[in-house]
């Protein structure tokens, strides 16, 4: 362990390509020797203020102005200071050996840690913080990417371009349309609509169809209990009018579960919040609790909804709401880009907008930073008309994804009673003002849609 320690303390000194790379990532504490501790806070100081590595001769000056070493420590220090060579060694293998280094010494400490805590020697945290310590621990590993060279990676950009499986698709031909095949991740996506238009159903049924397709989905309440979001998926997934699931046997309940269990490797956890009580904090804590305690990790989230959640930022400070709301926004947006999944979740419209058959952004209510910060806002319209024939009418508001004037304005089926919504027919799209749909061919839009699980592969007896 010495034999590492001194030559990582080498190679800090002079070797500015091994800095670079390994600095962020030592701390004083991994180094068991005091003398090496020293020498790596007055390296990492003066890398910090100054931008480049010291040499022999600073170090020997910083060692001489110092208060807090012994004879003993001076002179070996100043021997240590002395030993520094330019011997060279394989940059790879250094660098390989140093991360191995740094991740040993992390769960060393992060154990010692939580013997400390378990023991009660510690007063500040208690045996709640011991899994995050050793995830935190776990976790530490040198990330050698620093950022996309546009002409050197194109083949890794034409890739993805080309990569199907980057995206969740929906199981609604047009929204699939609009997206170019779905859902992408490290990205939030935000439905506008009224009170009892359709936000929980509009994802609920999406939470439902992302299960049919064996993905694992995380769905956050703040407003309603998870026994009543469980009650809608039960509707759209069993095939059954909400009303009559409580009158179904039990045995015939079970039976349903069970068949639509073999239908999918995926899973589904509902997790229930007071309203406004948790923000991006908590729900970060929830998805290492589930990775930790049931090897649970999401592909989608959805949280409903983003208005009554709370900022991590703001918390119990007087802020205006156009801030407090682009913050949460922002947050939400930074754990997506954080777990590397799509996050879907709803806002309501202000009062004017309430009945409008014409939703616009502006329409969005308690802040327009919400809309500046999602990748894909669409409103959610119901009129009486469209209510009558089972319908509703979706707007694109923004979309980071394609083209907003295709398929600007489109309709879909809507299933209340079975909390679920479906594909029209093609006839119903035909004269929707300003729909951007008229140069298109449906047949062909039809054919190229991304396959997905459709509910009707599921038979319910």
């Known amino acids: 362990m010495e034999a590492i320690e001194s030559t990582i303390i080498k190679n800090l000194v002079g070797d500015d390509t091994y800095v670079r790379k390994v600095i962020p990532y030592i701390k004083p504490e991994y180094f068991n020797d005091y003398s090496d501790k020293i020498l790596f806070d007055i390296i990492n100081n003066f890398i910090v203020t100054y931008g480049q590595t010291p040499t022999k001769e600073v170090l020997t000056i910083e060692v001489e102005n110092r208060k807090d070493l012994n004879e003993d420590s001076y002179k070996e220090l100043q021997v240590k200071i002395q030993n520094i060579d330019n011997t060279e060694v394989d940059s790879q293998w250094l660098l390989d050996s140093t991360e191995k280094w740094c991740k040993q010494r992390a769960v060393y400490l992060a154990l010692l840690d939580s013997v400390k805590i378990a023991?009660?020697?510690?007063?500040?945290?208690?045996?709640?913080?011991?899994?995050?310590?050793?995830?935190?621990?776990?976790?530490?590993?040198?990330?050698?990417?620093?950022?996309?060279?546009?002409?050197?990676?194109?083949?890794?950009?034409?890739?993805?371009?080309?990569?199907?499986?980057?995206?969740?698709?929906?199981?609604?031909?047009?929204?699939?349309?609009?997206?170019?095949?779905?859902?992408?991740?490290?990205?939030?996506?935000v439905a506008l609509a009224g009170t009892g238009v359709g936000k929980s159903l509009f994802m609920c049924h999406m939470a439902a169809a992302s299960l049919l397709?064996?993905?694992?989905?995380?769905?956050?309440?703040?407003?309603?209990?998870?026994?009543?979001?469980?009650?809608?998926?039960?509707?759209?997934?069993?095939?059954?009018?909400?009303?009559?699931?409580?009158?179904?046997?039990?045995?015939?309940?079970?039976?349903?579960?069970?068949?639509?269990?073999?239908?999918?490797?995926?899973?589904?956890?509902?997790?229930?919040?007071?309203?406004?009580?948790?923000?991006?904090?908590?729900?970060?804590?929830?998805?290492?609790?589930?990775?930790?305690?049931?090897?649970?990790?999401?592909?989608?989230?959805?949280?409903?909804?983003?208005?009554?959640?709370?900022?991590?930022?703001?918390?119990?400070?007087?802020?205006?709401?156009?801030?407090?709301?682009?913050?949460?926004?922002?947050?939400?947006?930074?754990?997506?880009?954080?777990?590397?999944?799509?996050?879907?979740?709803?806002?309501?419209?202000?009062?004017?907008g309430y009945g409008s058959s014409d939703v616009d952004l502006t329409d969005t209510s308690e802040s327009f930073g919400l809309p500046a910060t999602a990748d894909l806002m669409f409103a959610l319209i119901s009129t009486e008309e469209l209510e009558g024939i089972n319908q509703l009418m979706v707007k694109q508001l923004k979309n980071r994804y394609n083209d907003i004037n295709l398929f600007k304005r489109f309709v879909v089926g809507i299933d209340r009673s079975k909390m679920r919504l479906y594909d029209v027919e093609d006839s119903a799209q035909v004269d929707i003002v300003d729909s951007g749909q008229e140069q298109y061919d449906f047949e062909e839009i039809a054919k190229s849609q991304t396959p997905t699980a459709k509910f009707t592969d599921f038979k319910f007896n």
């Open 119 to 189: 023991d009660g020697q510690d007063e500040k945290r208690t045996e709640d913080a011991i899994p995050s310590i050793l995830q935190e621990a776990l976790a530490v590993s040198f990330d050698d990417h620093i950022g996309h060279d546009y002409i050197e990676d194109y083949e890794h950009r034409y890739e993805y371009y080309h990569r199907n499986e980057n995206k969740l698709p929906f199981d609604l031909s047009l929204f699939n349309k609009i997206t170019k095949g779905g859902l992408v991740n490290k990205s939030l996506n």
């Open 213 to 352: 397709q064996g993905k694992n989905v995380l769905y956050i309440t703040l407003e309603m209990a998870e026994e009543k979001i469980a009650e809608r998926i039960d509707a759209n997934l069993l095939n059954v009018n909400i009303k009559d699931i409580e009158d179904l046997p039990e045995q015939l309940f079970e039976s349903k579960v069970q068949r639509l269990a073999q239908k999918t490797n995926g899973k589904l956890i509902i997790k229930e919040y007071p309203t406004a009580s948790a923000h991006s904090g908590h729900f970060q804590a929830l998805l290492n609790d589930l990775s930790l305690k049931k090897s649970f990790k999401p592909d989608i989230i959805f949280i409903d909804y983003l208005n009554i959640c709370a900022s991590s930022r703001y918390k119990g400070a007087l802020v205006n709401s156009y801030t407090y709301v682009k913050a949460i926004a922002e947050e939400l947006r930074g754990l997506a880009c954080e777990f590397d999944l799509p996050i879907v979740s709803a806002t309501q419209t202000t009062r004017s």
